[in-house]
C-alpha cells in the first residue's frame, strides 16, 4: 500500500465561482439537491421547489410536513437537522431528519407522499438518517433504514418493497451488528456503502453489491453481494466518504482511533476483493493512503476534491498529490449532470466547474 505525504504547495485552482442568487419564491433556503432536471430546493414552510438556476425559474412542487421536533436534544454535537434528498431524474423527494427517525418521499409531479419513513428511533440520533435514491429496472428506489440494522429498498412511485437486507435463514432478515448511517451510492449505482457502526463502538463503513441484491430482493445472501466492511475506527463515524468510480472507493482519516485520528484518505478497490481461506470475503485491499485532505469530499473524473477548512483542495488519489486549492470555497453538494460543486450560502448558490477548477 503506497502511503505519501501529499504536495504541501499545491497550484491555484482555475476556473471562476459563479454566484447565483436564491429565489425569492423559495424563502430561507434549508437544503438542495441537484437533478437533471435543475436544483430541487427546500424552502421554509415546507416547501419543495424546482429551480432552473441558468433561466431563473423557480416552481413550487410540493410541500412536505416533515419538521424535527421542538423538543430534540443533540447527541454530542450532532443536531436533528432537515435533510433534502431527491432522484436522479428529478421526479421524486425525500425529505428526512438527519439524527433523527422520520421522513417521506414525495412525488413531485403531484406533490403526493408515496412512502412514509420512519425508523426504530434505536440509537438513531447517532447517524444521518440513511437515505439513497438509486435507479433499478427502469424504476427510482428509494434505500432507507426502517430499523437500526435494517436497509429496506422501495419503490418511490408505488411504495412496494423490492428489497431488504440479506436474509439468514428461510424469510428472516439479518440481524447484522451494524447501525447504518449516511447511504453512498456509487456513480453509476452499482454498489453502496453505508457509514455504519457497531459496537464497542467503532465506526465500521460496511459496502454491498446494488444491483445483486435489488435483482435477488429478500432471496439474497450476505455472500452474494459482495458484502464488505471497511477497517474499523473507535469511535469515529460520519466520516468523509465518497466513490471515485464504481470499484474505487476513499475513506477520509488516518488512523483507527478518534483521539488519534490524522487527517488524510485511504482508497480501497472493491473490484479486487477476493475470497478468504474459510471462504468469506476478504477486506478490500487498500491501493494508497496519504496525508492531508480533510472535510467534506467529492470526486469529479478520478480526481477528489475536499472543501477543508480553508476552502477547496485538489488531489490526485493515485499518487496523494495535491494539485490545487481555492481558498474560500468551501463546495456543500456536487452536480453531476453540469459538472459543478455548489456551495450553498449566504450570498447565494456559488458555482464552480470541477473540468475549469482542474485546467
Not at 4 to 24: K, Q
Not at 88 to 109: K, M, N, Q
Not at 244 to 252: I, N, P, Q
Amino acid at each position: 500500500m503506497p502511503l505519501t505525504r501529499g504536495d504541501a504547495m499545491p497550484s491555484p485552482v482555475h476556473g471562476t465561482i459563479g454566484t447565483t442568487a436564491l429565489p425569492e419564491a423559495a424563502g430561507t433556503v434549508l437544503d438542495i439537491a441537484p437533478t437533471d432536471r435543475g436544483v430541487v430546493l427546500l424552502g421554509d414552510e415546507g416547501r419543495i421547489l424546482r429551480w432552473d438556476t441558468d433561466s431563473g425559474r423557480c416552481t413550487e412542487v410540493a410541500r412536505t410536513t416533515v419538521t424535527v421536533p421542538a423538543d430534540a436534544e443533540p447527541w454530542g454535537d450532532r443536531v436533528q437537522t432537515l435533510r433534502l434528498h431527491a432522484s436522479r431524474d428529478g421526479a421524486f423527494a425525500a425529505v428526512v431528519i438527519d439524527h433523527g427517525r422520520t421522513g417521506e418521499v414525495l412525488d413531485l409531479s403531484t406533490g403526493r407522499v408515496t412512502v412514509p419513513l420512519e425508523n426504530d428511533g434505536y440509537d438513531s440520533e447517532t447517524v444521518p438518517f440513511s437515505l439513497a435514491f438509486v435507479e433499478h429496472a427502469g424504476r427510482a428506489v428509494v434505500l432507507h433504514r426502517s430499523e437500526w440494522n435494517l436497509i429496506e429498498a422501495t419503490d418511490a412511485a408505488t411504495g412496494t418493497q423490492v428489497a431488504r437486507m440479506p436474509a439468514a435463514d428461510g424469510d428472516s432478515p439479518s440481524r447484522s451488528e451494524h447501525f447504518h448511517g449516511a447511504l453512498h451510492p456509487s456513480p453509476a449505482g452499482t454498489r453502496i456503502a453505508s457509514d455504519a457502526w457497531v459496537w464497542h463502538p467503532l465506526g465500521t463503513p460496511v459496502v454491498w453489491n446494488l444491483d445483486q441484491w435489488l435483482t435477488a430482493g429478500e432471496k439474497a445472501r450476505s455472500g452474494d453481494i459482495g458484502w464488505a466492511d471497511l477497517p474499523a475506527c473507535a469511535y469515529h463515524w460520519n466520516r468523509p466518504l465518497v466513490w471515485l468510480d464504481e470499484d474505487r472507493l476513499v475513506l477520509g482519516g488516518l488512523g483507527d482511533d478518534e483521539e488519534e485520528l490524522l487527517p488524510g484518505a485511504r482508497v480501497f478497490d472493491l473490484g479486487r476483493r477476493g475470497q478468504g481461506a474459510a471462504g468469506a470475503p476478504e477486506q478490500p485491499p487498500e491501493i494508497a493512503s496519504f496525508g492531508g485532505p480533510r472535510g467534506r469530499v467529492f470526486a469529479a473524473d478520478g480526481l477528489l476534491f475536499a472543501s477543508s477548512e480553508s476552502g477547496l483542495e485538489i488531489w490526485n488519489p493515485t499518487t496523494g498529490s495535491r494539485l490545487g486549492a481555492l481558498a474560500g470555497f468551501h463546495p456543500t453538494h456536487h452536480d453531476r449532470t453540469r459538472g459543478e460543486l455548489l456551495e450553498l450560502s449566504a450570498l447565494g448558490l456559488r458555482r464552480l466547474r470541477t473540468a475549469a477548477a482542474r485546467a
